[in-house]
């Protein structure tokens, strides 16, 4: 043991032994910290959450194509071209590198066709292999330059054309801007829908509340999908009854966070002191229950976004999706997977969209959360 | 149970009968067998009867006919002949995503914010975020039609391991969201569970780390499981919908979407009235389950 | 305490509490208040006493009407407050109680400054002009000893003992006559015990207030208060001046409680036995019932007739000895 | 006071935490001894380091904590150096712990039979049914009535002070010969603490433990402490016997923290200590209390002031122990309180 032995006492000057704060009133000293916000403290939780940063830009970039990506090129998202369909993905620049070059494959070609300049032009064969000789015709397999097949060397399809020869960049812009706007539209109404519901559940409680929950409960037993099929059937495709049929269910999860989050807030000490202060109903609400609850409503949000993003393209595959000629992700993606042995790049540039947009909107989210954990704050 | 029941009844059949336009619109029928056909389902009455009608007919099985795909032929039968496939297509899912999933998120948990973790945690926010059916084009592009492991489409007439290989592909693409989904949620209840203080008294009665992981906190885990099983289930079957079309199974998937692209309104109706039904029954399940799980509710605590 | 110029300030009759819950067969019911009866007098400190479950805090909350009783009355000032709620009655309430609370972590609203905490009552009671309210915050914050720089911080940067001393400045700030102090030290660390109770005691005297005073720790009650009331599974089981109820405990329970609280002493607490208390060996209420009864002037006992003779008896014995 | 054979001893441990704002040194140098057969209280407020410091001696600090130096010496191990395995072996059979919280240290869904066979059969040297047997029994030596009934039922079922009763069980089920209590009856209501407290001394005697015991309430302290070591801000600042600490106490911290409780005979103005307890992300240097105590000195800001020797057992960290230092005065209500213990406190 390191104890000092009573001969061990050491020296020390005299002077040392003052009182130095005998008359003075000892205080609680002032912070030396800033100040730091509810905000302020989950942004920078968030800022140190590199996914979730590098999610939120990938947000951003996406917002703006779904924005402007469709000004970029020339073609609109209607505009059928009989001339150009099903042409190859080409990129100025890219085409450089062997990617995205207007080059496509053509399979069980004549052998005497690909010879002929008529049909084959000039410099549009790059590769013919695969030769065979199928019921004594000679057949091959032949790599083409498309756009140069086709006379359209001087035009560049970014990610190439559908069908109908529509311009498929600006049809997955546009397409991205209408599933985000269906997600975001249906998620707002949801959230609001929730909050209110939520909060008149969870603030009155007793037989109110139990009245409440049970019209949830009876709502949520039917799956997401059949109530979606059957509202869409009942009152047509289109924009509109597509986010409703969204809404329809989807608020549920929301009202009963919320009505947790009340429930959990209203016996809270600092509500009981303010309602002994005689602060109204609507006030606690606002200024008490609400504000604690923000956090948990944040993301939420963004958690249900992707959810409406996936639901909307499921409805697209199952065939009720927005009407033609309007684009969605899904309906891309549906039409893309129609053709994927053919044409593979019609649904990998939509998969790529849809993949990378959930992606980053869950990885936010869990930033988002994170951030906004209370078991993290306030604690170290 | 019985209410909801009741309800998605009602609106299955406002969804079938007042729709605008005859649900037997056929170009194959003329008028006559239109209006017989209507006449037969008493859809000529007021629609009080036609609606008592329906609910008798339904509690007797009888959704009526398919008009369309498969003309004639009772919605019932056509959907009972399509049933095993996707039943077994689910069913497979689910089995081998519980094991995986537990198995990740245990590895997971106990590895916390180690590399494994962090590669776990990588794979499940991709999973999660990745939709089935674009697994399931990536995966029938590259892995069948490309590499050309596995058929490109199911194989009903195959005999044997080769139609097992042809299912490979939609089970695989339908369970990587349930096991990112059962990961996740296990590992966040095992590092709450890890973290608690009966944890510390498991293991200051001599048991090792891992022993008291084991009997303590991994058991007490697997209970809220029973949770997620539902939206799960229901999950795997509404993204076999779309994976059963993209590899041409003959499921009940498949026969919805078939029914809404051609109208085959009695169809889809009974199609979904089936999803309903054992979407009901999962949560019946869990419910009773959960009862015997946890000795707090069957033996009526409350706290 | 001057007996003379007692004012009760607060009648508590009779009142019950009941909280249900559940529905049909799984109705449970929890007699939370059972009929409790007791004054509160100006100026002084009332302590209630009680172990966890008791009541004492729906009690607390009864009388600011948080809850409402479910039976009996409660008149401030005379005037009955146990009635049906109106915005006048509420009004009345929240101007002359006022209630501190527990939990100096979840007593505060995270989201708001100190300023804004303390200063809500104010608005509330319609001081519009901002430079007005701030003045008052920093006036009662120097009362409580903090400083104005604290006004613009949010409660998680305080530590327990600030927070409670935020939480005393919220509730003092509209001047009120009567304060409800819910275990305002109880989940606090004991060297700051010491803090909150002196600020208490300190402000009582240049307030002019009336505290009442709910904790479980005795020797803490017994210190701060001019009068103890004991509470029981809901019942008030005995009630007298502080040094009256440590030195002649006569009801069981308050006998077992005193003689399990250990005391800061060496030499007698290594020998000291405990009471424990049975309420179903300890009394026999099958042919009289009980009901609180003053042993001598201001010692009540809840106790049966029979046992109110005994009771009666030892006081006798006790007085003639001294 | 017999100073027994030493069981256990601590020596100059330190332990930090790593986190999100930087490192907490919540124990800094502390050493301590307990003899065998003895009780040891360790008292400080939270934050003190006292939880932290009986964590490490059980081997159960999170993954966060580092042990920065000292020895924990048990039987000749150094128990800081064990490896997981060799730690599962102490704990349990040499070292067992009761906790604060019986609500959360009892499995929820295991029924409470089983939580104790499960201790009783890692030795593996009983069956099944003996293990059944031998828990039944520790239930009734912990006082849990019809323990037959009670070993079938879940923790739900049970009251907070059979709860600590059940984890008490558990803690004893394998013998060891030192039992930790980490605060045991800071949850529970004081009548229950008696008994729990009761319990524990009668159990001490018939099984001949020595228990550290933790707590901040110097109530109980004297109820239990044989011995008391007295922490602040990660440090020991005093220890003693419980007479020494109660009616000597030499330490500023000491003295504040005894005249800061009311008893039940205490009139007059307690005395607070103002301020609040240091942020250990910055430990103070010098004597920590000194911002916080009237009469701090120059010399208290400066340097770490050593244990200065008052008797054979009462040792003091406190620079007005030192010869140069002036008289400090103690404070009133505490004088008042130890003149009436030293008249014989046996008047109750």
Sequence with gaps: M?????????????????????????????????????????????????????????????????????DFNPYTFRQQNPERTNMPPRVPGLEKLGIMDGTTILRNRRLDSVKDPNQFPEGSVIRVFNQRTVRGVEMVDVKVDYYKLVGAEDEYYWLGTDYLGRDLWTRLCRGTRVSLIIALVSVVTNIFIGIVYGAIAGYYGGKTDMYMMRVCEIINAFPQIVVVTMFILFFGTGMFSIIMALVIRGWIPTARLIRAQFLRFKNREYVLAARTLGVGDLAIIFRHILPNSIGPIITRAMITIPGAIFSESFLAFVGLGLKAPEPSIGILLSQGQKVLLQHPYQAFAPSLMISVLMIAFNLFANGLRDAFDPTLRGQE | MCITLFIILTIAFMVVRLMPGSVYDNPEYSIEIIQALEAKAQLDKPWIIQYFHFLKGALRGDWGVSVKIAPCVPVFDVIKQRIPITILLNIISLVISLPIGILAGTVAAMNRSRMPDHIISFLV????????????????????????????VYSATAAGTAKYRSMMLPMLALSFGPIATVTRYLRGELIENLSSEYMLLARTKGLTKYQAAFRHAFRNSCVPLANIIIPMFTGILGGSLVVERIFAIPGVGGLMVESVSTSDHFLTVAVLLFYSVISLFTILLVDISYGIIDPRIRLGGNE | MQIDSRQPILEVENLRVVFASGRGRKRIQVNAVDGVSFEIYQGETFGLVGESGCGKTTLGRTIVRLYSPTSGTIRFRGRDVSGPMTKELRQYITDNMAMIFQDPVESLNPRMTVQEIIEEGLKVRGIKDPEVRQEMVFDILSKVGLTREHASRFPHEFSGGQRQ???????????????????????????????????????????????????????????????????????????????????????????????????????????????????????????????????????????????FERYFDRQQTRASMA | MKTGESILTVDNLSVSFRTYSGIVKAVRGVSFELNKGETICIVGESGSGKSVTVKTIMGILPPSAVIESGTINYKGMDLTKLTEEEYARIRGKEIGLIFQDPLSSLNPLMKIGRQITEALLIDKEMSKREAREAAIELLGAVGIRDPEQRFEQYPFQFSGGMRQRVVIAIALARNPEVLICDEPTTALDVTVQARILNLINELKQKRQLSIIFITHD?????????????????????????????????????????????????????????????????????????????YAMQIDFEEEPPMFRISDTHYAATWSLHPSAPEIPMPDVLRERIRRMKEGGANR
């Design chain 3, 165 to 307: 001393r935020i939480g005393i400045a919220r509730a003092l700030i509209v001047k009120p006559s009567f304060v409800i102090a819910d275990e305002p030290v109880s989940a606090l660390d004991v060297s700051v015990q010491a803090q909150i109770i002196n600020l208490m005691n300190d402000l009582k005297s240049t307030l002019g207030l009336t505290i009442m005073f709910i904790a479980h720790d005795l020797s803490v009650v017994k210190y701060f208060s001019d009068r103890v009331g004991v509470m029981y599974y809901g019942k008030l089981v005995e009630l007298a001046d502080s040094g009256e109820l440590y030195r002649n405990p006569l009801h069981p329970y308050t006998r077992s409680l005193l003689s399990a609280i250990p005391q800061p002493n060496p030499l007698t607490e290594r020998h000291r036995e405990t009471i424990s208390y049975d309420p179903a060996t300890a009394h026999d209420y099958s042919a009289e019932k009980p009901s609180l009864r003053e042993v001598c002037p201001g010692h009540f006992v809840y106790c049966s007739e029979s046992e």
């Design chain 4, 218 to 294: 110097l109530g109980v302290v004297a109820h239990m402490a044989d011995r008391v070591y007295v922490m602040y801000a990660g440090k020991i600042v005093e220890y003693g016997t419980a007479e020494d600490i109660f009616l000597e106490p030499a330490h500023p911290y000491a003295r504040a923290l005894l005249a800061s409780v009311p008893d039940m005979e205490t009139e007059g103005r307690l005395a607070s200590i103002p301020g609040a307890p240091p942020n250990m992300l910055h430990p103070p240097t010098g004597d920590g209390f000194a911002p916080r105590n009237k």
């Design chain 2, 125 to 152: 926010v991709n999973f999660i975020s990745v939709p089935s059916f674009v697994f399931a084009t990536l995966m029938q592009y590259f892995l069948a039609f490309k590499a050309g492991w596995f058929p490109i």
């Design chain 1, 2 to 70: 390191t104890m000092d032995t009573p001969n061990h006492i050491p020296d020390i000057p005299q002077e040392k032994f003052k009182f130095v704060q005998l008359d003075q009133e000892i205080v609680d000293s002032a912070f030396e910290t800033e100040p730091i916000g509810y905000f302020k403290d989950a942004l920078i939780r968030l800022r140190k959450n590199k996914a979730s940063v590098v999610a939120f830009y990938i947000i951003l970039v996406i917002s703006s194509l779904a924005i402007f990506g469709q």
